[in-house]
T-cell receptor, first 113, second 115 residues
Framework: DTEVTQTPKHLVMGMTNKKSLKCEQH?????MYWYKQKAKKPPELMFV???????INESVPSRFSPECPNSSLLNLHLHALQPEDSALYLC????????????FGPGTRLTVL | AQSVTQLDSQVPVFEEAPVELRCNYS??????LFWYVQYPNQGLQLLLK??????LVKGINGFEAEFNKSQTSFHLRKPSVHISDTAEYFC?????????????FGQGTILTVHP
């Protein structure tokens, strides 16, 4: 299994909703990442987990809450989002936190109304 | 810290023509570089990578790139493009320093292949 999966593929939520994005990989990678990508822009790093511990938080607002329950799973909990949070959310993983290649999932297209 | 610059925001080309997408990097430490492709409404797919060794790197879908240390470049090339190569391409490298695990991306190049 050489892929990263993400669910759901699309998500529409209101500003008062609570929802979660899920990411899974079975490549034995010990580093996992959340990115946010706006249209026509490169991905922006949000969070990095290494060995299930939060390693990097790029000053992301607290309405985004990451969680890494085990080495294969990564969640992003969403609460009280704003319309400007609408974007493609990408999950990625890499063998270790060594700056080597990252493998990306297909993304979740989030729309906040 | 390393930075990556993609010199062209858009590259239009006709089918079966050759193409070059340009990427320059700046780094004072050992370098590794990647090219990713993103098709509409999809995630990023790794096209090829330079970690060490041979400076000519071959990737998927007939793409190749050459790591040039003297010119600090890592340009992506394909000798004959197809309509299906229409996508956005990102050059990326490690941010370096204490930003372990952080990739820095170029701004992207949209390749449009016309029939």
């Amino acid at each position: 299994d050489t892929e990263v999966t993400q669910t759901p593929k699309h998500l529409v939520m209101g500003m008062t909703n609570k929802k979660s994005l899920k990411c899974e990989q079975h490549m034995g990678h010990r580093a996992m990442y959340w990115y946010k990508q706006k249209a026509k822009k490169p991905p922006e790093l949000m969070f990095v987990y290494s060995y299930e511990k939060l390693s990097i938080n790029e000053s992301v607002p607290s309405r985004f809450s990451p969680e890494c329950p085990n080495s294969s799973l990564l969640n992003l909990h969403l609460h009280a989002l704003q319309p400007e949070d609408s974007a493609l959310y990408l999950c990625a993983s890499s063998h270790l936190l060594t700056g080597r290649e990252q493998f990306f999932g297909p993304g979740t297209r989030l729309t906040v109304l | 810290a390393q930075s990556v610059t993609q010199l062209d925001s858009q590259v239009p080309v006709f089918e079966e023509a050759p193409v070059e997408l340009r990427c320059n990097y700046s780094s004072s430490v050992s370098v590794y570089l990647f090219w990713y492709v993103q098709y509409p409404n999809q995630g990023l797919q790794l096209l090829l990578k330079y970690l060490s060794g041979s400076t000519l790197v071959k990737g998927i879908n007939g793409f190749e790139a050459e790591f040039n240390k003297s010119q600090t470049s890592f340009h992506l090339r394909k000798p004959s493009v197809h309509i299906s190569d229409t996508a956005e391409y990102f050059c990326a490298g490690p941010a370096g320093g204490t930003s372990y695990g952080k990739l820095t991306f170029g701004q992207g190049t949209i390749l449009t292949v016309h029939p």
